[in-house]
């Protein structure tokens, strides 16, 4: 299917390996981590509803990859 405006981004390793990497420090779901590191690798923002309780310990990290949350 085709939508204006939307790319579809591959997998690539280096999204693998960062959302295992982002993973492993802060112990967040991996379908977010992967979220969080397809965004870097195509220079995007990452961008979630709202901050999940998984997701608070780590919100420094979380800035650092310029997550964007809609509901604060």
């Known amino acids: ?3 204006p405006n939307i790319k ?11 959302a295992g990497e982002i993973r492993k420090i802060a112990k967040i779901s991996l379908i977010d981590c992967y979220v969080i ?4 690798n195509i220079q995007a923002i990452p961008l979630f ?3 999940e309780k998984e997701m608070e310990p ?4 979380l ?6 949350f809609l509901i604060k």
């Open 58 to 61: 780590c919100i420094d990290l």
């Open 63 to 68: 800035m650092k990859y310029n997550v964007q």
């Open 1 to 3: 299917m085709n939508y």
């Open 37 to 40: 590191a397809t965004a870097k």
């Open 8 to 18: 579809i981004a591959k997998n690539t390793i280096e999204i693998s390996l960062l």
């Open 49 to 51: 509803l709202k901050i």
